[in-house]
C-alpha cells in the first residue's frame, strides 16, 4: 500500500474499528512511523522499505525485495543509530525486515507476447511429429506448429 492509501484509510478508521477488526492499535500510527522512517532513512532507502509496525521498540520493516532485506540487514547498526535521532524512534531496540514485493496491487503483470513460428519452422515441426512414434508427442509438436501461425 502506498503512502498516501495510508493516509487515506487512517483517516477513516478509528481505534474502536481497528479493535473490532483485531487489528494492533498501533497501526494507526503508521503514517507517523512513515514519516519518521522517510526523515531518518531518505528517500532513497524509503522507495524499497517501508515499515508496517513499530511496537514496544521493535520496528518491523517490509522490503521490495530479497537484495533490500540484505542491505537492510548489513547496514543494522548505522540504521539504528540513524533512527534513534528521530524521536519517535528513540527507544528502538532493533527491527525486523522482511522481503514481501511492495504495491502488488499496483505492479502489472508482464504481458505475454505470443511467439509466431517461421514457416520453415512450422514445416519441421510436422515433420519431426510425423516420424515421432509416441503419440502424446506427436501431438504436441502438430499442435504447436498449428498454435504458432500468425493471424491472418
Same mark, same amino acid.
Given at each position: 500500500?502506498?503512502?498516501?492509501?495510508?493516509?487515506?484509510?487512517?483517516?477513516?478508521?478509528?481505534?474502536?474499528?481497528?479493535?473490532?477488526?483485531?487489528?494492533?492499535?498501533?497501526?494507526?500510527?503508521?503514517?507517523?512511523?512513515?514519516?519518521?522512517?522517510?526523515?531518518?532513512?531518505?528517500?532513497?532507502?524509503?522507495?524499497?522499505?517501508?515499515?508496517?509496525?513499530?511496537?514496544?521498540?521493535?520496528?518491523?520493516?517490509?522490503?521490495?525485495?530479497?537484495?533490500?532485506?540484505?542491505?537492510?540487514?548489513?547496514?543494522?547498526?548505522?540504521?539504528?543509530?540513524?533512527? =534513534?535521532?528521530?524521536?519517535?524512534?528513540?527507544?528502538?531496540?532493533?527491527?525486523? #525486515?522482511? %522481503?514481501?514485493?511492495? /504495491?502488488? &496491487? $499496483? +505492479?502489472?503483470?508482464?504481458?505475454?507476447?505470443? =511467439?509466431?513460428?517461421?514457416?520453415?519452422?512450422?514445416?519441421?515441426?510436422?515433420? #519431426?511429429? %510425423?516420424?515421432?512414434? /509416441?503419440? &502424446? $508427442? +506427436?501431438?504436441?509438436?502438430?499442435?504447436?506448429? =498449428?498454435?504458432?501461425?500468425?493471424?491472418?
Amino acid at each position: 500500500m502506498s503512502y498516501h492509501g495510508i493516509r487515506k484509510i487512517n483517516s477513516l478508521i478509528t481505534p474502536l474499528t481497528l479493535r473490532e477488526l483485531g487489528m494492533p492499535a498501533d497501526i494507526a500510527r503508521l503514517p507517523e512511523i512513515s514519516d519518521a522512517w522517510i526523515d531518518s532513512v531518505g528517500t532513497a532507502l524509503a522507495e524499497h522499505v517501508q515499515p508496517i509496525r513499530y511496537t514496544a521498540g521493535k520496528l518491523v520493516l517490509r522490503a521490495s525485495s530479497a537484495v533490500w532485506v540484505s542491505k537492510v540487514r548489513h547496514t543494522h547498526d548505522t540504521l539504528i543509530r540513524k533512527l =534513534r535521532e528521530h524521536p519517535l524512534f528513540r527507544d528502538l531496540i532493533g527491527f525486523e #525486515v522482511r %522481503a514481501s514485493p511492495l /504495491d502488488r &496491487a $499496483l +505492479r502489472k503483470e508482464p504481458r505475454r507476447v505470443p =511467439r509466431i513460428l517461421s514457416a520453415g519452422t512450422r514445416r519441421l515441426l510436422e515433420s #519431426v511429429a %510425423a516420424d515421432t512414434a /509416441d503419440p &502424446a $508427442l +506427436r501431438a504436441a509438436l502438430i499442435k504447436l506448429a =498449428r498454435h504458432s501461425r500468425p493471424e491472418r
